[in-house]
C-alpha cells in the first residue's frame, strides 16, 4: 500500500521560505512521476512542480525561479523547496505519486498559509 506522507507547511511571511517534504513508502520515487500540486477551496488542484523517474523536472509558470522540486532517493523523499513566497502561494499543498495507468496516490495535504 502507498503512503505519501507530506511536512513542513507552516505560516510564513511574504518573502519567505518554507521547505516541503514528501516521504513515500509502499513504492519507490524512482518509478514514479513525483509531484507536488496545490488546491485553495473553491478551485481545482493545480500542479506546482513535478520530477520524472529521469530527474527531468516541470513547473508551473507562477513558481518558476522561487520553488524547487528535488528528491532523496535514499530517502525515498520529494522535496519543495519554496523561496519568495507571495499571499498567492496560499493553500493547501499535495504530494502525488503517478504511475500512469498502474497507480496515481495522494498524499492528506499539508497547509501553507503566507500571510503577514
Known amino acids: 500500500q502507498v503512503q505519501l506522507v507530506e511536512s513542513g507547511g507552516g505560516l510564513v511571511q511574504p518573502g519567505g521560505s518554507l521547505r516541503l517534504s514528501c516521504a513515500a513508502s509502499?513504492?519507490?520515487?524512482?518509478?514514479?512521476?513525483m509531484g507536488w500540486y496545490r488546491q485553495v477551496p473553491g478551485k481545482e488542484r493545480e500542479l506546482v512542480a513535478r520530477?520524472?523517474?529521469?530527474?527531468?523536472?516541470t513547473y508551473a509558470d507562477s513558481v518558476k525561479g522561487r520553488f524547487t522540486i528535488s528528491r532523496d532517493i535514499r530517502k525515498n523523499t520529494v522535496y519543495l523547496q519554496m523561496n519568495s513566497l507571495k499571499p498567492e502561494d496560499t493553500a493547501v499543498y499535495y504530494c502525488?505519486?503517478?504511475?500512469?495507468?498502474?497507480?496515481?496516490?495522494w498524499g492528506q495535504g499539508t497547509q501553507v498559509t503566507v500571510s503577514s
Open positions: 502525488n505519486a503517478d504511475r500512469g495507468a498502474r497507480s496515481n496516490d
Open positions: 509502499g513504492t519507490s520515487i524512482m518509478v514514479n512521476t
Open positions: 520530477i520524472n523517474s529521469g530527474a527531468m523536472t
